[in-house]
Protein backbone atom coordinates (compact mmCIF):
# COMPACT_ATOMS: atom_id res chain seq x y z
CA UNK A 1 0.00 0.00 0.00
CA UNK A 2 1.54 3.45 -0.84
CA UNK A 3 2.58 5.50 1.90
CA UNK A 4 3.11 9.20 1.54
CA UNK A 5 4.37 12.01 4.47
CA UNK A 6 4.21 15.55 4.28
CA UNK A 7 7.26 16.86 5.56
CA UNK A 8 9.04 20.36 6.23
CA UNK A 9 12.17 22.13 6.67
CA UNK A 10 12.34 25.35 8.84
CA UNK A 11 14.37 28.69 8.08
CA UNK A 12 13.62 30.90 10.73
CA UNK A 13 15.98 32.94 13.02
CA UNK A 14 16.29 32.63 16.70
CA UNK A 15 15.57 35.30 19.25
CA UNK A 16 19.34 36.03 20.61
CA UNK A 17 17.37 38.09 23.51
CA UNK A 18 15.62 35.02 25.14
CA UNK A 19 15.05 31.30 25.52
CA UNK A 20 11.56 31.92 25.54
CA UNK A 21 11.48 34.03 22.59
CA UNK A 22 13.02 31.30 20.86
CA UNK A 23 10.66 29.05 22.15
CA UNK A 24 7.91 30.89 20.87
CA UNK A 25 9.43 30.75 17.46
CA UNK A 26 9.11 26.73 17.33
CA UNK A 27 5.47 26.99 18.83
CA UNK A 28 4.47 29.22 16.24
CA UNK A 29 5.90 27.60 13.21
CA UNK A 30 4.11 24.22 14.43
CA UNK A 31 1.14 26.40 14.30
CA UNK A 32 1.67 27.26 11.15
CA UNK A 33 2.85 23.96 9.38
CA UNK A 34 -0.04 22.12 11.38
CA UNK A 35 -2.01 24.66 9.45
CA UNK A 36 -0.37 23.54 6.14
CA UNK A 37 -0.94 19.33 6.57
CA UNK A 38 2.82 19.18 7.95
CA UNK A 39 3.42 15.49 9.41
CA UNK A 40 7.13 15.69 10.07
CA UNK A 41 8.87 19.26 11.09
CA UNK A 42 12.53 19.61 11.39
CA UNK A 43 14.59 22.65 13.35
CA UNK A 44 17.72 23.92 13.25
CA UNK A 45 20.75 22.83 14.71
CA UNK A 46 21.02 24.16 18.41
CA UNK A 47 18.00 25.95 17.35
CA UNK A 48 17.10 26.68 20.78
CA UNK A 49 17.80 29.18 22.53
CA UNK A 50 20.17 29.84 19.45
CA UNK A 51 23.29 28.34 17.63
CA UNK A 52 26.60 29.99 19.41
CA UNK A 53 27.74 32.27 16.16
CA UNK A 54 29.95 34.04 18.66
CA UNK A 55 32.50 31.10 19.09
CA UNK A 56 32.93 31.35 15.46
CA UNK A 57 33.61 35.32 15.36
CA UNK A 58 35.18 35.99 18.71
CA UNK A 59 38.54 35.16 20.15
CA UNK A 60 38.22 32.64 23.21
CA UNK A 61 39.54 35.69 25.29
CA UNK A 62 36.22 37.54 24.60
CA UNK A 63 33.99 34.19 24.61
CA UNK A 64 33.26 34.25 28.28
CA UNK A 65 29.97 36.59 28.57
CA UNK A 66 28.19 35.02 25.44
CA UNK A 67 29.05 31.53 27.03
CA UNK A 68 28.15 32.00 30.59
CA UNK A 69 24.65 33.65 29.00
CA UNK A 70 24.02 30.75 26.83
CA UNK A 71 24.35 28.42 29.57
CA UNK A 72 22.19 30.11 31.32
CA UNK A 73 19.60 30.42 28.92
CA UNK A 74 20.01 26.59 28.12
CA UNK A 75 17.13 24.26 28.28
CA UNK A 76 17.49 21.20 30.09
CA UNK A 77 15.95 17.68 29.27
CA UNK A 78 13.80 16.73 31.02
CA UNK A 79 12.23 20.45 31.80
CA UNK A 80 9.52 23.00 30.69
CA UNK A 81 10.69 23.42 27.12
CA UNK A 82 10.50 19.98 26.77
CA UNK A 83 7.18 19.66 28.22
CA UNK A 84 6.22 22.81 25.91
CA UNK A 85 7.17 21.00 22.26
CA UNK A 86 5.99 17.77 23.21
CA UNK A 87 2.62 19.47 24.14
CA UNK A 88 2.67 21.31 20.29
CA UNK A 89 3.70 17.41 18.91
CA UNK A 90 0.93 15.99 20.88
CA UNK A 91 -2.13 19.01 19.44
CA UNK A 92 -0.89 19.20 15.92
CA UNK A 93 -0.23 15.34 15.63
CA UNK A 94 3.45 16.05 14.38
CA UNK A 95 6.86 14.50 14.18
CA UNK A 96 9.28 17.02 15.28
CA UNK A 97 12.84 17.13 15.65
CA UNK A 98 14.42 19.86 17.34
CA UNK A 99 17.76 21.18 17.99
CA UNK A 100 18.58 22.85 21.04
CA UNK A 101 21.35 23.60 23.80
CA UNK A 102 21.44 21.10 26.31
CA UNK A 103 22.56 22.02 29.76
CA UNK A 104 23.66 18.74 31.73
CA UNK A 105 24.76 20.35 35.17
CA UNK A 106 27.78 22.53 34.24
CA UNK A 107 28.12 21.60 30.54
CA UNK A 108 26.41 21.79 27.41
CA UNK A 109 25.92 19.62 24.40
CA UNK A 110 24.56 19.82 20.86
CA UNK A 111 21.39 17.75 21.55
CA UNK A 112 18.70 16.74 18.71
CA UNK A 113 15.56 15.77 20.05
CA UNK A 114 12.82 13.79 18.26
CA UNK A 115 9.28 13.93 19.59
CA UNK A 116 6.20 11.44 18.24
CA UNK A 117 3.00 12.52 17.09
CA UNK A 118 1.65 11.74 20.47
CA UNK A 119 4.38 14.43 22.13
CA UNK A 120 6.82 11.69 23.55
CA UNK A 121 10.18 12.03 23.30
CA UNK A 122 11.44 9.10 21.52
CA UNK A 123 15.19 9.88 21.39
CA UNK A 124 17.77 12.41 22.84
CA UNK A 125 21.16 12.40 21.34
CA UNK A 126 24.46 14.38 21.57
CA UNK A 127 26.64 14.94 18.38
CA UNK A 128 29.45 13.33 18.99
CA UNK A 129 32.43 15.85 18.20
CA UNK A 130 31.98 19.47 18.16
CA UNK A 131 33.37 21.27 15.14
CA UNK A 132 36.42 23.41 15.09
CA UNK A 133 35.00 26.67 17.36
CA UNK A 134 32.27 24.80 18.66
CA UNK A 135 34.57 22.51 21.09
CA UNK A 136 34.72 25.52 22.86
CA UNK A 137 31.26 25.38 23.76
CA UNK A 138 30.02 22.08 23.86
CA UNK A 139 31.54 18.31 25.55
CA UNK A 140 31.43 15.34 23.13
CA UNK A 141 28.42 13.31 23.32
CA UNK A 142 28.58 9.78 22.37
CA UNK A 143 27.10 6.56 20.86
CA UNK A 144 23.78 5.98 22.96
CA UNK A 145 22.01 7.97 20.94
CA UNK A 146 22.74 7.02 17.53
CA UNK A 147 19.70 5.37 16.89
CA UNK A 148 16.55 5.45 14.28
CA UNK A 149 13.38 6.30 16.16
CA UNK A 150 10.33 4.18 15.31
CA UNK A 151 7.85 7.14 14.76
CA UNK A 152 4.10 7.73 13.35
CA UNK A 153 5.89 8.84 9.91
CA UNK A 154 8.36 6.08 9.68
CA UNK A 155 11.60 5.13 11.05
CA UNK A 156 13.62 8.55 11.66
CA UNK A 157 17.31 8.93 11.94
CA UNK A 158 19.04 12.31 12.31
CA UNK A 159 22.70 13.72 12.43
CA UNK A 160 23.96 17.77 13.04
CA UNK A 161 26.32 19.70 10.89
CA UNK A 162 29.74 18.06 10.11
CA UNK A 163 28.42 15.11 11.65
CA UNK A 164 27.46 14.42 8.08
CA UNK A 165 31.16 13.67 7.47
CA UNK A 166 31.59 10.88 9.41
CA UNK A 167 30.91 7.65 7.39
CA UNK A 168 30.44 5.57 10.25
CA UNK A 169 28.26 7.95 11.84
CA UNK A 170 25.73 7.84 8.69
CA UNK A 171 26.31 3.69 8.66
CA UNK A 172 24.99 3.35 11.99
CA UNK A 173 21.82 4.93 11.23
CA UNK A 174 22.00 3.32 7.25
CA UNK A 175 22.31 0.16 9.43
CA UNK A 176 18.79 0.46 11.55
CA UNK A 177 16.97 1.51 8.08
CA UNK A 178 15.89 4.95 8.53
CA UNK A 179 13.40 5.76 5.98
CA UNK A 180 13.99 9.99 6.38
CA UNK A 181 17.22 11.22 7.73
CA UNK A 182 16.93 14.49 9.60
CA UNK A 183 19.74 17.18 9.39
CA UNK A 184 20.89 19.97 11.01
CA UNK A 185 22.68 23.24 10.35
CA UNK A 186 23.41 26.15 11.91
CA UNK A 187 23.03 28.54 8.62
CA UNK A 188 24.13 32.41 8.24
CA UNK A 189 27.55 30.68 8.76
CA UNK A 190 30.63 30.58 6.43
CA UNK A 191 29.11 31.89 3.17
CA UNK A 192 27.66 30.50 0.12
CA UNK A 193 30.21 27.47 0.16
CA UNK A 194 29.03 26.20 2.72
CA UNK A 195 25.47 25.99 1.61
CA UNK A 196 27.01 25.00 -2.12
CA UNK A 197 28.59 21.86 0.51
CA UNK A 198 25.87 21.13 1.85
CA UNK A 199 23.50 20.50 -1.23
CA UNK A 200 26.42 17.42 -1.85
CA UNK A 201 26.00 16.19 1.58
CA UNK A 202 22.60 15.65 2.10
CA UNK A 203 22.39 14.60 -1.47
CA UNK A 204 24.72 12.00 -1.00
CA UNK A 205 23.26 10.84 1.94
CA UNK A 206 20.20 9.94 0.57
CA UNK A 207 21.51 8.31 -2.24
CA UNK A 208 23.54 6.20 -0.15
CA UNK A 209 21.02 5.60 2.01
CA UNK A 210 18.42 5.22 0.12
CA UNK A 211 16.09 7.23 2.23
CA UNK A 212 14.89 10.89 2.21
CA UNK A 213 16.43 13.99 3.91
CA UNK A 214 14.85 16.67 5.33
CA UNK A 215 17.41 19.97 6.25
CA UNK A 216 17.23 22.41 8.24
CA UNK A 217 19.21 25.33 8.41
CA UNK A 218 19.13 28.66 10.43
CA UNK A 219 18.86 32.15 9.51
CA UNK A 220 19.67 35.25 10.73
CA UNK A 221 18.72 38.97 10.39
CA UNK A 222 21.06 41.69 9.25
CA UNK A 223 20.43 43.37 12.32
CA UNK A 224 21.34 40.32 14.61
CA UNK A 225 24.36 39.90 12.46
CA UNK A 226 25.40 43.28 13.38
CA UNK A 227 24.79 43.28 16.82
CA UNK A 228 26.82 39.46 16.68
CA UNK A 229 29.82 41.20 14.72
CA UNK A 230 30.02 45.07 14.72
CA UNK A 231 32.76 44.74 12.80
CA UNK A 232 31.78 45.36 8.83
CA UNK A 233 34.82 43.24 7.67
CA UNK A 234 33.33 40.15 9.67
CA UNK A 235 30.09 40.10 8.96
CA UNK A 236 30.47 38.12 5.82
CA UNK A 237 31.23 35.12 8.30
CA UNK A 238 27.89 35.08 9.04
CA UNK A 239 26.22 35.51 5.95
CA UNK A 240 25.31 32.53 3.63
CA UNK A 241 25.40 28.72 4.35
CA UNK A 242 21.49 28.33 4.16
CA UNK A 243 20.20 25.99 2.13
CA UNK A 244 17.30 24.39 3.82
CA UNK A 245 15.85 21.53 1.59
CA UNK A 246 14.15 18.00 1.38
CA UNK A 247 15.52 15.38 -0.84
CA UNK A 248 14.10 12.20 -2.58
CA UNK A 249 16.05 8.61 -2.06
CA UNK A 250 17.04 9.06 -5.64
CA UNK A 251 19.20 12.40 -4.89
CA UNK A 252 16.70 14.72 -6.41
CA UNK A 253 15.29 18.11 -4.81
CA UNK A 254 11.68 17.44 -4.04
CA UNK A 255 11.19 21.57 -3.48
CA UNK A 256 13.46 24.24 -4.57
CA UNK A 257 16.15 24.68 -1.69
CA UNK A 258 15.53 27.74 0.51
CA UNK A 259 19.08 29.84 0.88
CA UNK A 260 17.76 33.63 2.21
CA UNK A 261 15.45 34.41 4.71
CA UNK A 262 12.74 32.49 6.11
CA UNK A 263 10.10 30.26 5.64
CA UNK A 264 9.14 26.53 5.38
CA UNK A 265 10.74 24.11 2.63
CA UNK A 266 7.46 21.85 2.51
CA UNK A 267 7.07 18.36 0.53
CA UNK A 268 5.23 15.06 0.18
CA UNK A 269 7.49 11.90 0.88
CA UNK A 270 6.14 8.87 -1.60
CA UNK A 271 8.23 6.28 0.23
CA UNK A 272 7.71 3.72 -2.94
CA UNK A 273 10.89 5.80 -4.18
CA UNK A 274 12.88 3.88 -1.19
CA UNK A 275 11.71 0.89 -2.56
CA UNK A 276 12.39 2.04 -6.28
CA UNK A 277 15.99 3.17 -4.97
CA UNK A 278 16.94 -0.07 -2.57
CA UNK A 279 15.94 -2.90 -5.83
CA UNK A 280 18.69 -1.63 -7.16
CA UNK A 281 21.52 -0.35 -4.13
CA UNK A 282 20.78 -1.54 -0.61
CA UNK A 283 23.66 -0.49 1.58
CA UNK A 284 23.09 -1.85 4.64
CA UNK A 285 21.90 -5.51 2.54
CA UNK A 286 22.43 -7.00 -0.72
CA UNK A 287 25.06 -4.33 -1.82
CA UNK A 288 27.03 -4.47 1.60
CA UNK A 289 29.98 -6.95 2.37
CA UNK A 290 29.80 -7.91 6.21
CA UNK A 291 32.44 -10.70 6.03
CA UNK A 292 34.92 -7.89 4.58
CA UNK A 293 33.63 -4.59 6.09
CA UNK A 294 31.53 -3.97 9.23
CA UNK A 295 30.72 -1.33 11.85
CA UNK A 296 31.65 -1.88 15.52
CA UNK A 297 29.99 0.58 18.15
CA UNK A 298 29.99 1.45 21.83
CA UNK A 299 26.34 2.06 22.51
CA UNK A 300 27.14 2.34 26.41
CA UNK A 301 26.70 5.70 27.85
CA UNK A 302 29.63 7.72 28.44
CA UNK A 303 30.07 7.58 32.02
CA UNK A 304 32.72 9.32 33.98
CA UNK A 305 32.50 7.11 37.20
CA UNK A 306 32.61 2.78 37.26
CA UNK A 307 31.25 0.62 40.19
CA UNK A 308 34.03 -2.21 40.60
CA UNK A 309 32.20 -5.39 41.53
CA UNK A 310 35.52 -6.85 43.84
CA UNK A 311 37.53 -6.78 40.28
CA UNK A 312 40.69 -4.31 39.47
CA UNK A 313 40.85 -1.30 37.07
CA UNK A 314 42.20 -3.39 34.39
CA UNK A 315 38.96 -5.64 34.16
CA UNK A 316 36.88 -1.97 33.32
Known amino acids: MARTV ?5 QIAPDLDSADGTLHRVLETVRDAS ?13 VPYYPYFSFVLPPVQQGPAHLELMQRAPTVPGPMVDAVAGAAREAGMVIVLGINERDHGSLYNTQLVFD ?18 RMVWGQGDAAGLRVADTRV ?20 MAEHEEIHCAQFPGSLVGPIFAEQMGVTIRHHALESGCFVVNATGWLHDAQIRRLMPDEKLQGALRGGCHTAIVSPEGKYLAE ?17 IDKRKRMMDSVGHYARPELLSLAIRREPAATTQALQGGSFDDC
Not at 36 to 46: N, Q
Open 6 to 10: RAAAA
Open 35 to 47: RRGVELLVFPETF
Open 117 to 134: ADGRLLLKRRKITPTYHE
Open 154 to 173: GRVGALACWEHYNPLARYAL
Open 257 to 273: PLTEGEGLVVADLDFAL
